[in-house]
C-alpha cells in the first residue's frame, strides 16, 4: 500500500507539473520576448540565451518608438494612467450603486424583483456590439463620446451586473436573524446595513470588486469604438504597436507586462479577502 501511495502522490505531483508548466509558459516566454530585439524573437530556432535590452520598456516609457519606418510618437503611459483611471473609478462607482441593490434585492422580496434582477444581469452576456451602435447614437446626441464620463457610464454594463448578482448572493447567505435582533434594538435599516450586513459580506464584496476591476481593464471594445486615442485604455493603445514596418514584438511584450502588472499586484494584496469571499456560504449548517 505504501507503494501505490507513493506511486499515486508522484504521478499527482507530475500531473501538477505539466499542468503549471503548460499554463505558464507562455507568460514565461512573453516576459522573456520584453527583453528582445525583434530581430532575436524572430529567429529560427528560438534562442533562450539572448543579451538582455530595456529599449522596450524604454520606448514605452519615453514615448518614443523606434522602427524601420523612423521614431513614432506612443502614448502607452498615458494609456495606462487611462486604464488605472477608468477601471478604479468604474468599480468604485458600481460599488456604490450595487451593494445598496444587492442588499434590497437580497433582503427586499418585491413583485417584479427577480425581472428586475435578471434585466440587470442580461446587460452583463449580452454581446458588446448589440449595443453598440445606439450606445454610440446616443453617445453623440448627448455629449458623452470620447469622454471619460461616458466612458465611465458604459463602463456600468460590465461591472454593475457582476457585482449586483454576485454580492446579492453573499447577502442571502448571511442570516437575517442578526439582522432582525438589531432592529429590534431599535435601530434603522440603514445602520443595519451599514453596521452589520457590510462587515459581514466585505471578502464578498471585495472578491465581487476585484472581478469587476479585472473585467473593466480588459474592456476592448467599447474604448475602441466611444474613445479616440488621448481617453483609450492600455488594450487599445496596445494596437500602435502595428506599425507600417510590421509589429513590434518586443514592445507587445513589454507592453503586456506593464499592463498586466496592476491587475497581478491588486490580485495578490487582496487574495485573501479573495479567497474568502468565494469560500463565503460554502459551508452551510
Request: aromatic share 14%.
Amino acid at each position: 500500500m505504501e507503494t501505490t501511495s507513493t506511486l499515486e502522490k508522484t504521478l499527482r505531483l507530475l500531473a501538477l507539473t505539466l499542468v503549471v508548466i503548460f499554463f505558464m509558459f507562455p507568460i514565461f516566454w512573453i516576459f522573456l520576448m520584453s527583453f528582445q530585439t525583434n530581430e532575436t524573437i524572430l529567429r529560427i530556432p528560438p534562442q533562450v540565451i539572448f543579451e538582455p535590452t530595456l529599449s522596450n520598456y524604454t520606448a514605452l516609457i519615453t514615448g518614443k518608438l523606434t522602427s524601420a519606418a523612423g521614431t513614432l510618437d506612443i502614448a502607452f503611459m498615458k494609456n495606462l494612467g487611462n486604464s488605472v483611471f477608468l477601471s478604479v473609478t468604474s468599480v468604485a462607482l458600481a460599488l456604490v450603486l450595487g451593494v445598496p441593490a444587492a442588499y434590497a434585492f437580497a433582503r427586499h422580496k418585491f413583485k417584479g424583483s427577480e425581472d428586475i434582477a435578471f434585466t440587470l444581469l442580461s446587460f452583463r452576456f449580452a454581446p458588446p456590439l448589440l449595443v453598440l451602435l445606439p450606445l454610440t447614437q446616443y453617445f453623440q446626441w448627448l455629449g458623452l463620446a470620447n469622454t471619460y464620463i461616458g466612458l465611465i457610464w458604459v463602463y456600468q454594463l460590465i461591472c454593475l451586473p457582476l457585482i449586483l448578482w454576485i454580492v446579492r448572493g453573499y447577502f442571502e447567505d448571511i442570516s437575517a436573524d442578526v439582522e432582525y435582533a438589531y432592529r429590534i434594538a431599535g435601530h434603522s435599516w440603514f445602520a443595519t446595513f451599514r453596521r452589520i450586513a457590510l462587515p459581514l459580506a466585505g471578502p464578498g464584496i471585495a472578491a465581487a470588486g476585484l472581478l469587476a476591476f479585472i473585467f473593466a481593464w480588459n474592456n476592448f471594445v467599447f474604448a475602441l469604438v466611444l474613445a479616440s486615442a488621448d481617453k483609450q485604455p492600455v488594450t487599445v493603445g496596445a494596437l500602435a504597436f502595428v506599425t507600417s514596418s510590421g509589429i513590434q514584438y518586443g514592445q507587445i511584450a513589454a507592453a503586456i507586462v506593464l499592463s498586466v502588472t496592476p491587475t497581478l499586484a491588486l490580485a495578490l494584496y487582496a487574495q485573501r479577502y479573495l479567497v474568502e469571499g468565494l469560500s463565503l456560504g460554502a459551508v452551510k449548517g
